[in-house]
C-alpha cells in the first residue's frame, strides 16, 4: 500500500501549504472562490460544470494535504508509477 500512495509524499508540504493558501483565498475581492463554491455547494446551486471545475480547482491542494495525512505510512518511499 506504501508504494501506491508514494507520490502523494513526492512535493514537500511546504509547497502543498502554499498552494492551499494561495488557491484558497484567491481572488480575494469581493470573496475567495473557495467560499463561494462552498456557500453555492451548501444551497445546491453549485450546477454549472465550470462552478464545479472551480471548486476543484481552488480545493485541489486541501485534498492533496488531506491525503498524505491519512496516508503516513507511505511517508518517505517517493515513488513514481513509470519512473
Given at each position: 500500500?506504501?508504494?501506491?500512495?508514494?507520490?502523494?509524499?513526492?512535493?514537500?508540504?511546504?509547497?502543498?501549504?502554499?498552494?492551499?493558501?494561495?488557491?484558497?483565498?484567491?481572488?480575494?475581492?469581493p470573496?475567495?472562490?473557495?467560499?463561494?463554491?462552498l456557500?453555492?455547494l451548501?444551497?445546491?446551486?453549485?450546477?454549472?460544470?465550470?462552478?464545479?471545475?472551480?471548486?476543484?480547482w481552488?480545493s485541489?491542494?486541501?485534498?492533496?494535504?488531506?491525503?498524505?495525512?491519512?496516508?503516513?505510512?507511505?511517508?518517505?518511499?517517493?515513488s513514481?508509477?513509470?519512473?
Open positions: 500500500m506504501s508504494t501506491l500512495f508514494g507520490w502523494l509524499h513526492c512535493p514537500p508540504m511546504g509547497m502543498l501549504i502554499a498552494a492551499a493558501l494561495f488557491l484558497g483565498v484567491m481572488p480575494i475581492v470573496e475567495p472562490h473557495l467560499v463561494e463554491k456557500r453555492m451548501i444551497h445546491g446551486t453549485l450546477v454549472k460544470p465550470i462552478d464545479i471545475f472551480d471548486l476543484f481552488h485541489w491542494p486541501l485534498l492533496w494535504i488531506a491525503l498524505r495525512l491519512l496516508t503516513p505510512d507511505a511517508a518517505g518511499h517517493c513514481i508509477p513509470g519512473r
